[in-house]
């Protein structure tokens, strides 16, 4: 498999990650139903894909760049969704993760 189908994939693991994470918050602590089965199959998933983009990915860089995005992906969806809005601290920590993310991929996987 070739790194850019990788990294397609990684973008679907993302937004599997980021689907469960909000269906999770939905599930009200997994007492609705149709939530957290919801929240079960994205999990489920969203850990397939990620062991498919594991055979030509580095292990760490693969989850370094799913956990990295996923945070930024869900704090969007917490926003958009559920109106939390983030303080100054956490757009800058948000922007160290984003600075990360690019820095192990692109400079990390020599």
């Known amino acids: 498999m070739s790194n850019l189908t990788a990294y397609i994939i990684l973008i679907i693991a993302v937004v599997l990650g980021t689907a ?25 998933a969203c850990m397939y894909t990620l062991s498919i983009v594991m055979k030509s990915i580095p292990v760490g860089i693969t989850y370094a760049s799913f956990a990295g995005l996923c945070i930024i992906a869900t704090s969007i969806v917490g926003v958009i969704k559920f109106q939390q809005i983030p303080n100054l601290y956490t757009l800058i920590g948000l922007v160290l993760i984003i600075s990360g993310v690019l820095i192990v991929n692109l400079l990390g996987n020599n």
């Open 20 to 44: 469960s994470n909000s269906f999770a918050k939905s599930a009200d602590g997994f007492t609705l139903l149709f939530p957290s089965i919801i929240t079960a199959i994205t999990i489920v």
